[in-house]
């Protein structure tokens, strides 16, 4: 059974950092593309960033191009979100989820399994 338990959020104050983790099991994590979401109290559910099974190839949503960086480490079985230069606006639970297929993608609908979530609080 697949399993994804995400780490790493807080309390941060705007302009700091925060890297966040997401431990995988139950699956053959080199496999298969992940990615990061978040969602905002009262909104829908976000794409944040998207990489391919070797890591050769991202994505990002344009309000965190150049702030956010995703990486994965294949051999920990285990995906990053290295959040720099946090906002407000940045403040949500962020999600890691694992998409069935080797390629990227930033639509929700593609992913098939999901973490329960890290809450991210940026104070201004």
């Known amino acids: 059974q697949v399993q994804l338990v995400e780490s790493g959020g807080g309390l941060v104050q705007a302009g700091g950092s925060l890297r966040l983790s997401c431990a995988a099991s139950g699956l053959t994590f080199s496999s298969y593309a992940m990615g990061w979401f978040r969602q905002a109290p009262g909104k829908e559910r976000e794409f944040v960033a998207a990489i391919n099974w070797r890591g050769t190839r991202t994505y990002y949503a344009d309000s965190v191009k150049g702030r956010f960086t995703i990486s994965r480490d294949n051999a920990k079985n285990t995906l990053y979100l290295q959040m720099n230069s946090l906002k407000p606006e940045d403040t949500a639970v962020y999600y890691c989820?694992?998409?069935?297929?080797?390629?990227?993608?930033?639509?929700?609908?593609?992913?098939?399994?999901w973490g329960q979530g890290t809450q991210v609080t940026v104070s201004s």
């Open positions: 989820a694992v998409r069935f297929n080797t390629l990227a993608s930033t639509v929700r609908t593609d992913y098939g399994s």
